[in-house]
Each structure stands twice: as C-alpha cells, then as structure tokens.
C-alpha cells in the first residue's frame, strides 16, 4: 500500500523535516548509506515520523514493502535486497533485535553485514525505531547510525548528525 499525503499536508509539514529528507535524498543519490536512530517514549510519534520521512524521501515508499515490525534477520535481508537502490528500509520495534543487549543476536548482525557487504550500487536509507538511542549497541549506534531524530513530545523532535571524525570516542557528544 503506497503512502500518499495530500499536497497540503505536505505543504504543512515542517520546513525543517522537508529540509532533512532532501539532505538524505541528496546523500543517498550521491551514493552514501544513511542510517537514522529516531528515539522517543511510546506512543510520541517515532513510526508515524518513519512513514511521512520515508515517503518524503521515497516517492514509492510503501506500507507493504518498506517497512519490516518486529523482523527477524531473514525478513530485513529479504527486505533489504529487494528494495531499489535509493528507498528506504524502516525498520519498526528495532528493539526486538538491535538492543545493545542484543548485540549477538542475528538481526543485529545481519544489518551489519547488509551494509558490510552488499551497499555497493545497493545505496539504501534506513529508519531505526528506538525507545532510547544508547540502547543501541555502541558500534552500531557510533558507526552505522549518522543522523538522530529525538522526539521529545509529540510533533516536537531535536535532529543530532554524527561527528565524523573517525577518531572521536563519542561522535555523538553524549558524555
């Protein structure tokens, strides 16, 4: 089921959230991997966010075949590499399998090796749903993950972009 908002929702939407699916838009044409944490307590708004970011950022983003709830490592595989170049993979509850105390588990390192191994010509956009962003295992959220969207209240988020100096401990500033 294709996600289609009418032209004056989207002419409400913040210019800001517009201004950031563009700049991931420009990112993936330009043959970069984006991978976005968006945290927030329940219920505050992080898959309703996913679905208008993906679907600005993807004119064919899709209830169907963009989004995995609750995967398992086969399912974002088969997700992931049946996507076009340039979509966007979202990845709902991604608690279930990339909690940092999770960081054995396969899901988690299924993404990992995704990326490792099959981002050439395969450039995809990724939204991780996430109560709390150090929840994510600290390799991950330090080096796959580059843009974080908190929700601080409904309606209401801070956008945080990854440090990229490679030798930075904590790219995200968080201590």
């Known amino acids: 089921m294709k996600v289609e908002f009418s032209q004056e929702y989207v002419d409400s939407l913040d210019s800001n959230l517009k201004l950031l699916a563009k700049e991931i838009r420009k990112r993936l ?3 970069f991997d984006v991978v976005v944490g968006i945290t927030g307590y329940p219920g505050y708004g992080k898959s309703m966010l996913g679905i208008i970011l993906g679907s600005l950022i993807d004119s064919k983003y899709d209830l169907t075949k ?3 709830f ?3 490592s086969n399912e974002i595989e088969k997700r992931y590499l049946s996507l076009p170049q340039f979509s966007i ?3 709902d509850e991604a608690s279930r399998g990339l909690h940092k105390h999770k960081w054995q588990d396969r899901v988690q390192q299924k993404l990992n ?3 490792d191994t099959e ?3 395969h450039y995809l956009g990724t939204l991780l749903l996430m109560p709390r962003f150090q929840n994510f295992a600290e390799n991950f959220r330090n080096f796959r993950i580059t843009i974080w969207i908190n929700i601080i209240e409904r309606g209401v988020a801070a956008v945080y972009k990854r440090d990229e100096d490679k030798d ?3 790219p995200w500033h968080l201590d």
């Open 29 to 31: 044409k330009n043959k």
């Open 66 to 68: 963009n989004i995995c």
């Open 70 to 72: 609750i995967p398992t």
């Open 89 to 91: 993979l979202h990845i």
């Open 113 to 115: 090796e995704l990326y």
């Open 119 to 121: 981002r050439e010509n």
């Open 168 to 170: 930075c401990k904590d």
